[in-house]
């Protein structure tokens, strides 16, 4: 089992950030490895995450850690070959918990371009905070 985000050079965009402070909130820290910091996305839904590889990757199990009270309820993801050609592809109810969440897809889903998709929040104004995403083969 290979972590996508670790072995391979990619992009990444996001719907937002908490009054756009990029050096104590932006995206870069769900993948540092490091449990003190976190992407924490203005209020509003839906938010999203998006990730473009180089090459196309194979995703079977997507690993997510919340703040717990900023967890997405209802979330999917979606693949394609650029972010134009995007398709649903797997759905996934997150608990409202700190914990680290894994979620194996039913099949291995394969794409250059993977967004994920944060339909709603257990926050009240839609808010999400994220430690850490990873992505497996």
Not at 23 to 50: A, H, R, V
Not at 67 to 88: M, P, R
Not at 107 to 133: A, C, E, M, Q, W
Request: glycine share 8%.
């Amino acid at each position: 089992m290979q972590n996508l985000l670790k072995e391979n050079s990619f992009d990444c965009r996001v719907s937002s950030v908490l009054n756009k402070d990029v050096k104590s909130y932006g995206k870069k820290y769900m993948f540092d490895g490091n449990d003190e910091t976190c992407w924490n996305s203005e209020s509003g839904i839906p938010q999203w995450i998006l990730l473009k590889f180089e090459q196309e990757q194979t995703i079977g199990i997507i690993e997510i850690q919340f703040q717990g009270g900023f967890a997405g309820k209802y979330c999917h993801l979606e693949a394609g070959s650029d972010s134009q050609d995007l398709k649903q592809s797997y759905e996934f109810y997150p608990e409202d918990t700190n914990s680290i969440q894994r979620f194996k897809l039913d099949k291995p889903v394969k794409g250059k371009t993977f967004k994920i998709v944060l339909n709603s929040s257990t926050d009240f104004f839609g808010r999400v905070i994220i430690y850490n995403l990873s992505l497996y083969t």
